[in-house]
């Protein structure tokens, strides 16, 4: 999917070339916090207007402790947002992600999205993360 790209008009037209196959019953978006927030509009329409059950899977925060902007938009439109728990090293939860350069640093400034690079992320609670990012 592309910034741009209208998610409302994609299911719209994905049902309509399923019509003589199973329904379409519910959508189902991973890595949802690179959608735009018109996107995450046209995810509650596609509930609302079509019916369709909508699960959306993402990130809530960056590495720099920042919310992504679908992320933001999900959090604000969501009927029930549900928790994937993950561990920080020191066994508390998990809430951030540090993300380390392909020499092992923290990565502390720059864009928000890195797709295709060598960095590596790890996930840290609070405590660690704030730790992580002052090194």
Not at 47 to 58: F, N, P
């Amino acid at each position: 999917m592309k910034p741009n790209d209208n998610l409302f008009e994609k299911v719209k037209e994905i049902i309509k070339t399923q019509e003589s196959e199973l329904p379409v019953r519910a959508v189902f978006v991973d890595e949802a916090q690179f959608l735009s927030e018109s996107q995450v509009d046209q995810l509650s329409d596609i509930a609302d207007e079509l019916g369709l059950a909508v699960l959306a899977y993402g990130l809530r925060t960056d590495s720099f402790g920042e919310l992504f902007p679908g992320s933001k938009r999900l959090l604000a439109l969501a009927d029930k947002i549900r928790e994937v728990k993950t561990i920080c090293k020191c066994g508390k939860k998990a809430t951030f992600v540090v993300r380390y350069d392909s020499e092992g640093n923290p990565v502390k400034s720059g864009s928000q999205v890195d797709i295709g690079g060598n960095d590596k992320y790890v996930s840290f609670c609070r405590k660690h993360w704030k730790e992580e990012m002052r090194k």
